[in-house]
């Protein structure tokens, strides 16, 4: 599943995941366009994703990452 994918199934938007994450919206923004993050910010999206759905959901399980 990507990024996208997953914060909409939340009913997120990519402001509330950037908060939640403590990360940039355009980090976000560019996460989910497939532009290159930071290997920190995948982690810290991962992490906020595993705490929404209550599992752990490693970087390698979002899709599409282009992590630098």
Known sequence: M?????????????YKLAREAGVVRESVANAEE?????????KAL?????KAYGRTIG???????NIL
Do not use: N
């Open 2 to 14: 990507t990024l996208k994918e997953y914060r909409v199934q939340l009913g997120w938007s990519i």
């Open 34 to 42: 497939g532009r290159p993050i930071r290997a920190e910010t995948a």
């Open 46 to 50: 991962a992490d906020t994703l595993s």
């Open 59 to 65: 970087v390698l399980d979002i899709e599409g990452l």
